[in-house]
């Protein structure tokens, strides 16, 4: 039998009634006769509650008591889940991330896990104990618990997994799947049965919010392979149980996928920000002086465009960053401006950036063409463009959203069965 960790999130188990439902589905892999460990996140809304209690107490606050009061859902979650096993019979106990213990590095709120010791969760499943553990958080070297950032629960899970070499790692969420492109938009986006990991990751941090970004990152560096699938089918709805093949979609390495489309999905991110340094000296340096400050500030660059002048002397910086840090940015920039050098700054909300996703693009010509095309004939303008080897990311405006997502999931043939 197999060796599995099963993730749920907030919607997953929102209430009650919800954890028993949880419950059902452990209860299935136990009775199978696998290994079992359980991450849980809080119950839908309680994070946003405890984070809205810690500000009102103090707008700032000491981030170590911060952490200790967000991390308590996750360990109410834990509590619960395992009370309503142990009333089905099902030997369980709870852990909280301390107690593992999951050691993490000193960055209190958005820790980063360092090392886990689950040799005790191992041992105890030789006598068939399942173990429900408390998600998104850890203990840090000043002893203190410590947090992952939200939706750290999927990065606790992949961690988990890795630790105790689970043959899979099931995160169970309110999607049945991968789909792709986002369904609220295209009807006819199709959920995927498998997709590689880079696939994975690009889709993640291009604005599909299926998975965190950081737990794609550990399952592709530990070869954990991850099935998205749904918390709210019938635990014991035909294929559920079917270890091989049940309903979702694998997240695993590109080998064990045999046929792969040139492109797999069509991700997009609302709300990017563009700024622009116009009449830039042209300069060794110069680049540096401007992003340092900030990538110092916490500001998150994206597409980045130089247009170098006629004379060569000058040269106007185009890139964009998300909206939320757009009066950030521009406070960088304006404080710095005499080192950057630059002579005027502009800046424009309200753009998408809308991406095109597959490994095949290695050895296909003409991706990028195809979304050129498509985006033309619709009359949708294209403001930036980046690339990397399995993606093209396209910036325009927000308004065209909606159709530019339709017009490339249909002209990559997304939209067939």
């Known amino acids: 039998m197999a060796r599995i960790v099963l993730k749920f999130g907030g919607t997953s188990v929102a209430d009650i009634d919800r954890i028993k439902n949880v419950a059902r589905h452990v209860k299935r892999e136990v009775d199978a006769g696998h290994d079992v460990a359980v991450v849980v996140s809080a119950m839908s809304g309680k994070t946003n509650e405890l984070v809205g209690w810690c500000r009102a107490a103090s707008p700032i606050h000491d981030a170590r008591e911060y952490d200790a009061v967000v991390a308590s859902g996750e360990q109410v979650t834990a509590g619960l889940l395992a009370i309503t096993l142990q009333a089905m019979g099902v030997n369980a106990r709870s852990w909280q991330g301390w107690q593992i213990a999951i050691k993490t590095d000193g960055a209190h709120g958005a820790a980063r896990i360092q090392e886990i010791d689950a040799a005790e969760i191992v041992r105890r499943f030789a006598d068939n104990q399942v173990a429900v553990i408390a998600g998104f958080q850890g203990i840090a070297p000043d002893n203190r618990i410590a947090t992952l950032g939200r939706g750290g629960s999927d990065t606790s899970a992949v961690a988990v997994a890795a630790a105790i070499k689970a043959d899979r790692c099931d995160i169970y969420t309110d999607v049945d799947g991968v789909y792709t492109t986002d369904p609220r938009i295209e009807p006819k986006a199709r959920r995927m049965s498998r997709i590689s990991f880079e696939e994975m990751l690009e889709m993640a941090s291009l604005g599909a919010k299926v998975l965190q970004v950081r737990s794609v990152e550990l399952a592709m560096v530990h070869k954990v392979r991850m099935f998205v699938r749904s918390s ?122 809308v991406s095109v996703i597959g490994v095949g693009m290695r050895s296909h010509t003409g991706v990028a063409a195809t979304a050129f095309k498509a985006l033309a004939s619709r009359g949708i303008n294209i403001r930036a463009i980046t690339t990397s080897e399995i993606k093209i990311s396209i910036l325009i405006d927000g308004e065209y959203t909606e159709l530019a997502v339709r017009a490339l999931h249909s002209v990559y043939g997304l939209d067939k069965p």
């Open 232 to 353: 709210f089918e019938d635990p014991d709805a035909p294929g559920m149980g079917d270890f091989d093949n049940p309903p979702g979609t694998l997240i695993c390495d590109e080998d064990e996928i045999v046929e792969q489309q040139v492109v797999t999905g069509i991700a997009y991110a609302r709300d990017e920000a563009q700024i622009s340094l116009r009449r830039v000296e042209d300069q060794p340096g110069v680049a540096a002086a401007i992003f340092g400050p900030l990538a110092e500030a916490g500001v998150n660059v994206d597409m980045i465009v130089q247009n170098i002048s006629e004379s060569g002397a000058t040269t106007d910086m185009t890139f964009t960053v998300p909206a939320g840090d757009l009066q950030k940015a521009t406070a960088v920039l304006e404080t710095a401006k005499s080192a950057m050098r630059y002579e005027a700054i502009q800046s424009e909300q309200g753009l998408t950036k």
